[in-house]
T-cell receptor
């Protein structure tokens, strides 16, 4: 059974720092991995999606990497800003396109100090 | 939030009552999902539907029911059989294209009084 873990549960860093959020999964047979952002009391917003055949995806200051063999993904945020404060969740889907179950991690709550 | 609307935003229920949460989408996506989120936890799948008139139980379906009579709509009923229904409920769709991205609605917070 696939399990997704995000450590740490909470992280606080000063503004301007580069930071890395971690996501690990137990079954490497995944179809894709998606990173989401969630603001308090709101729905999830998709940030990046990495297909199983890809190693990384980039969008602006965000870069997500995927290492299937080790069951890990990282979300790199460059030059952090107070507006980046939110909870970040990763989710894995797999192992094939017809499999509809998506397993979520419990998230990392990120706080950027001005 | 894209083209997914959930209503109401806040819902209060007395014990023993059934309540229905609305989810409507105009993204023309076939697949729709209902998740439950409890504080400090990830999302847990309640029900999902890959196509109209078809749906499957997720990991925590007990005490919930759904219908999928139209592509645009996937309402969730929280029945009195659900022992601990207070939670944040999120509806999502999946575009099924090569990007296979999930899109989420703004959520409904249900509180049992």
């Amino acid at each position: 059974k696939q399990e997704v873990t995000q450590i740490p549960a909470a992280l606080s860093v000063p503004e301007g720092e580069n930071l890395v959020l971690n996501c690990s999964f137990t079954d490497s047979a995944i179809y894709n991995l998606q990173w989401f952002r969630q603001d308090p009391g709101k729905g999830l917003t998709s940030l990046l999606l990495i297909q199983s055949s890809q190693r990384e995806q980039t969008s602006g200051r965000l870069n997500a990497s995927l290492d299937k063999s080790s069951g890990r993904s990282t979300l790199y945020i460059a030059a952090s800003q107070p507006g980046d404060s939110a909870t970040y969740l990763c989710a894995v889907k797999g192992p094939d396109s017809s499999a509809s179950k998506i397993i979520f991690g419990s998230g990392t709550r990120l706080s950027i100090r001005p | 939030d894209g083209g997914i609307t959930q209503s109401p935003k806040y819902l209060f229920r007395k014990e023993g009552q059934n309540v229905t949460l609305s989810c409507e989408q105009n993204l023309n996506h076939d697949a729709m999902y209902w998740y439950r989120q409890d504080p400090g936890q990830g999302l847990r799948l309640i029900y999902y539907s890959q196509i109209v008139n078809d749906f499957q139980k997720g990991d925590i379906a007990e005490g919930y029911s759904v219908s999928r009579e139209k592509k645009e709509s996937f309402p969730l009923t929280v029945t009195s059989a659900q022992k601990n229904p207070t939670a944040f409920y999120l509806c999502a769709t999946r575009d099924g294209s090569s990007t296979d991205t999930q899109y989420f609605g703004p959520g409904t917070r249900l509180t049992v009084l």
